[in-house]
């Protein structure tokens, strides 16, 4: 089983930047689709970002598309979030999820191992 811990959340401003980190611990995230989800306070847990095993292939929510970046670094076992522009609609706790095989997801179902998630609070 592998630990995803993430890290870089904070409380930013309206228009503000933020990366989050997901580091993986116990194996290696190299054959992994990895995905980015969040949880805003009252709202169902949402896709937000997902990458495939190499990095070659990214799908967006729309509300991020433009704003938002995924990637990743296998050699550390680690996976970003870049957020740019950020608007306070953005406030939310932010998850990292792996995937047990190599290609992407929106379905939070499909993602097998959670990280314990970061807050994000963008003020306007």
């Known amino acids: 089983q592998v630990q995803l811990v993430e890290s870089g959340g904070g409380l930013v401003q309206a228009g503000d930047s933020l990366r989050l980190s997901c580091a993986g611990s116990g194996r290696t995230l190299s054959s992994n689709a990895m995905g980015w989800f969040r949880r805003a306070p009252g709202k169902e847990r949402e896709f937000v970002a997902v990458i495939s095993w190499r990095g070659t292939s990214t799908n967006y929510a729309d509300f991020v598309k433009g704003r938002f970046t995924i990637s990743r670094d296998n050699a550390k076992n680690t996976v970003y979030l870049q957020m740019n522009s950020l608007r306070p609609e953005d406030t939310a706790v932010y998850y990292c999820?792996?995937?047990?095989?190599?290609?992407?997801?929106?379905?939070?179902?499909?993602?097998?191992?959670w990280g314990q998630g970061t807050q994000v609070t963008v003020s306007s």
């Open positions: 999820a792996a995937r047990d095989v190599s290609y992407g997801s929106v379905r939070d179902a499909d993602f097998g191992s």
